[in-house]
């Protein structure tokens, strides 16, 4: 297959609202959307990271440059406050080139966030 520009999703909680916390949850979380899909750094084009009103302590966009992604676009937003919506939960849909079809993507649901897709394998 050629390659094309696909969507890859992902998510996970945090247990406090503490940076160092927060950053652990969102480096594991990139780390595992990257690795599961063979991706590397020079694929993605943009990443857009949601999350909840309780989260203040830190941006997920600064755990990302953390790993060496501050020459990739980021950007951060709120999810919005549905009743009943996952606490605590960070959002991410990264924007990538890949030879993949989009069926054989594999979205990553970590924490608190796997009931989000239980309907996606491990």
Known sequence: ???AVR???GATTFDVDEAEHVTERVTTLLGEMLSRNGVSHDDLISILFTATDDLTSIFPATAARSLGLGDVPLICARELAIAGGTPSCIRVL???TTTLA??????VYLEGARSLRD???E
């Open 102 to 107: 989009r069926d054989e993507l594999r979205h």
């Open 1 to 3: 297959m050629s390659e």
């Open 94 to 96: 990264a924007h990538l």
């Open 7 to 9: 969507a890859l999703r």
């Open 119 to 121: 309907d996606l394998p």
